[in-house]
C-alpha cells in the first residue's frame, strides 16, 4: 500500500524526510531493481524547460519517470542568451545526453508572466521580467487586438512559450547539431492548472531551415 501523501499545510523538515523512506520503499515493493537501474546512468530523450512554479512537475504531468526528463526551471520559463545556466543545461543535453526534444513549456496563471503584465515593481526580479515585456513589445500590435485582460494573459503565456522555442533553435548549440545531422526538435507547450491539460502550440522546429536568416550561425 502506497504511503499516503500529507497536504500542504502538514509538511514539515522531518516529514519530508520520512516522505523519502515512505517513497523508497514503495518504490522497491513496485520494482526492486528500480534503484540499481535508476544509478546505471541517465539517458533521458527529452530536454524540459519550465517554469519554477511548484505547481507544475515535468514528471508528473507526463506520466513518466525519473530518469526520463532532462530538466531546467526558472520563473517563467524564460529562455535568454545570456543565462548561461540555461545554456549549460542545453549544452550538455543536446551534445552529452543527446536528447530528441527540446520542450519549452509554460502554464497558464504564471506568476512571472502576470507581473510582467503590470507596473508594479516587485524587487530584482523585475530585471528577469524585463524578458517578457519584451516579448509583449515583440508582439504589441496583437496584444492590442485583445480587450479581454484574461485572454491578454493566456496569450503571453504563449508567446511566451514560443518566444523561448525560438530562441532555443537560435542558439549555436541547436544549429550545430542539425548542421551534424543529429536528431532534435524543439517544441513550445502550455500547461493548464485547472484541466491538467497540455496544449501543444504547434510551434516545432526541426532542422536549419526553421531557423530565421537573421539568427543563422556558422
Not at 504511503?3 to 523538515?13: G, N, Q, R, S, V
Request: hydrophobic share 40%.
Amino acid at each position: 500500500m502506497c504511503a499516503k501523501t500529507l497536504d500542504t499545510k502538514d509538511i514539515t523538515y522531518e516529514n519530508l524526510l520520512q516522505g523519502n523512506k515512505d517513497w523508497v520503499k514503495d518504490t522497491i515493493d513496485s520494482d526492486p531493481t528500480f534503484f540499481d537501474k535508476l544509478s546505471e546512468g541517465q539517458s533521458p530523450p527529452v530536454l524540459w524547460i519550465g517554469c519554477s512554479d511548484s505547481r507544475v512537475p515535468a514528471n508528473q504531468i507526463t506520466n513518466t519517470k525519473p530518469g526520463d526528463i532532462f530538466v531546467h526551471r526558472n520563473i517563467a520559463n524564460v529562455v535568454v542568451h545570456t543565462d548561461m545556466n540555461l545554456l549549460s543545461v542545453l549544452d550538455y543535453s543536446v551534445n552529452v545526453l543527446k536528447v530528441k526534444h527540446v520542450i519549452v513549456c509554460g502554464h497558464y496563471g504564471c506568476g512571472g508572466v502576470k507581473a510582467a503584465l503590470g507596473n508594479k515593481q516587485v524587487g530584482i526580479i523585475d530585471n528577469w521580467l524585463r524578458n517578457i515585456r519584451d516579448v509583449y513589445r515583440t508582439h504589441e500590435r496583437e496584444m492590442a487586438t485583445i480587450k479581454d485582460p484574461d485572454q491578454r494573459f493566456d496569450r503571453l503565456v504563449e508567446l511566451n512559450a514560443i518566444e523561448g522555442a525560438a530562441n532555443v533553435t537560435n542558439t549555436s548549440i541547436v544549429q550545430s547539431a542539425w548542421a551534424n545531422g543529429q536528431e532534435l526538435a524543439v517544441h513550445a507547450w502550455v500547461y493548464s492548472l485547472k484541466t491538467g491539460i497540455i496544449k501543444d502550440l504547434k510551434v516545432t522546429c526541426t532542422c536549419l531551415d526553421d531557423v530565421a536568416p537573421a539568427f543563422k550561425v556558422g
